[in-house]
């Protein structure tokens, strides 16, 4: 079992590819799994999946939700990217239970990992005014 740190990785990556392809959530897992993993044929990681599934579940709540703390930046301006390691935050922060504080730093790590230094101050600053404006 990875730790949540990579599945929360590899989350990303499945949520960047499905919002640059907008096919069938299914297939685009399966077309992540193939591609990367073809010769290993892993077994799938349950908590990317299930990061996935809820944040696009979810997916007209949470835009509204970054889109209403985003100052200035319209969703399909953002770097997909960025957009994304959004949506997997604020999607744990409402709905997974995870604590805002562990949702904002891992969100954080991620765009440090994949995205720029410029991202992690943006993505800090929309993190924090969305748990702001959750109720207590």
């Known amino acids: 079992m990875p730790s949540r740190r990579k599945s929360r990785e590899r989350a990303l990556q499945i949520l960047f590819l499905w919002d640059a ?9 399966d077309a992540y799994y193939d591609a990367l ?32 703390h985003a100052e200035h930046w319209r969703m399909e301006r953002m770097p997909a990217v960025d957009r994304n390691i ?21 969100a954080l790590e991620l765009a440090r990992k994949f995205s720029s230094e410029d991202s992690v101050q943006f993505l800090n600053g929309v993190l924090d005014a969305v748990h702001r404006g959750l109720p207590a």
């Open 86 to 106: 959004l949506r997997l935050a604020v999607y744990e922060m409402i709905h997974a239970g995870t604590p805002a504080a562990v949702s904002i730093d891992e």
């Open 21 to 29: 392809r907008r096919q069938p959530l299914e297939e685009t897992m």
């Open 37 to 68: 993993f073809a010769e290993e044929h892993p077994q799938r990681d349950a908590f990317a999946s299930s990061l996935v599934q809820g944040t696009v579940e979810h997916l007209a709540e949470i835009d509204g939700q970054i889109g209403k």
